[in-house]
């Protein structure tokens, strides 16, 4: 690869937007180039400056109530105030509607039946209220809080060194079967991680579906399924933290 | 039941640069949501919502006649030393403490990609169904961003070494 190509490439390379191959390509050529990885440093620099220094401005308190309220006014009509409810209460429906219909689409696109179940349960863990049975940034109270709900009992760990803290864990159903939701944060994301036991045979794949990133892999006799909105380098490395 | 609030917000907030307005703009932005519902597709929600709170937003600095286009001034933000030589802590403190102003001196439609990129960490494709923009435009546009980002911050760094 040349210098000119690679320049143009680097911040798609830095993006994560490359297609596998031109991405090691380009990987290759920064580690011999000098010229490039001159150009590169400050860009990832930028990067990392950024996440780390630049505020990411949350919804204040009262911001949502405060929502919810004028979409409500906005739909009351004099007269019939319970009708207005009922009206309001059927719009948020179709709000939330909408959002699913993203998943729908992804769902009749194809890929197999676990993949769907996965990523319905990881939208649906953070849409509501139940992302979490056991809030706990130790494993070793997560794991044992598992005894006696689950037939097996699941490999938790840790990563917060790695910058992947556990944040906790819960039950959850996929495919049939009963399953352990480890959950981790990256930043603000949240990744899912769903293990059960599985005859599977020994293996792993990736797949992208509706901007959601899945990884699998199955080893001595358990499934494992993580899921996130990261992108797809950062789940990558996570798996193979987990894996190693 | 309201997905993606602090996206909405955050955006809001990055491109109004003020609280209260950003509050305004995100109520508004998910009655009109709501409103033109029927204009969903299905694709990503987020996408969709952002691409709402955006015009909102837009039309809110256009109404308040706040939309001061901040014009960047080459003079004082111009390109930086080739080669930035070894900093102090000290240095590089001052240094992200202005990434914050830097990010607020970008004019909007810079700074609108710069926060989808690299806050949400939205790929292309999403950041160009936000900004009902085509693919090329947000590539140009994040680079230019990034650039100009990059030259203020080396400003910043020749000021805090004087």
Known sequence: MTCETAIRLLEPFLDDELEAAQRAD?????????????????????????????????????????????????????????????????????????????????????????????????????????????????????????????????DVRDFSAQGYPLIGGRMDYIDGHPAAALVFQRRKHIINVFTWPSNAPEGGAELGRNGYQIVHWSRDGMAWWAVSDLNSGELRQFAALYQH | MLPHLD?????????????????????????????????????????????????????????????????????????????????????????????RDCLELLSVEFREVVVMREMEEMSYREIAEAASAPIGTVMSRLSRARQRLQDCMAARLREASK
């Open chain 2, 7 to 99: 996206a909405a917000y955050n955006l809001a907030r990055w491109m109004t640069r003020n609280e209260d307005d950003a509050q305004d703009v995100v109520q508004e932005a998910y009655l009109r949501a709501l409103r033109f519902f029927d204009g969903f597709r299905g694709g990503d929600g987020r996408a969709w919502l952002l691409a709402v709170v955006r015009n909102t937003a837009l039309t809110w600095l256009r109404r308040e006649s706040t939309m001061a286009h901040v014009s960047f001034d080459e003079e004082t933000h111009g390109p930086g030393p080739a080669d930035a030589t070894v900093e102090t802590q000290l240095v590089k403190g001052a240094k992200l403490a202005g990434l």
């Open chain 1, 26 to 154: 380009v990987a290759g050529h920064l580690a011999t180039c000098r010229t490039c990885a001159v150009v590169y440093a400050p860009l990832l620099e930028l990067r990392q400056g950024i996440r780390s220094h630049a505020p990411y401005y949350r919804a204040p308190d009262g911001l949502r109530d405060r929502v919810r309220a004028s979409v409500r006014q906005a739909e009351r009509r004099p007269a019939t105030s319970w009708r207005a409810i009922a009206i309001a209460a059927a719009i948020l429906l179709a709000i939330s509607a909408a959002f699913n219909i993203a998943l729908m689409k992804s769902r009749t696109a194809g890929g197999d039946a676990i993949a769907r179940n996965i990523l319905s349960s990881h939208v649906r863990s953070l849409m509501g209220t139940h992302l979490l049975d056991v809030p706990s940034t130790d494993q070793h109270t997560v794991k044992p809080w598992f005894n006696g709900k689950l037939d097996f009992s699941p």
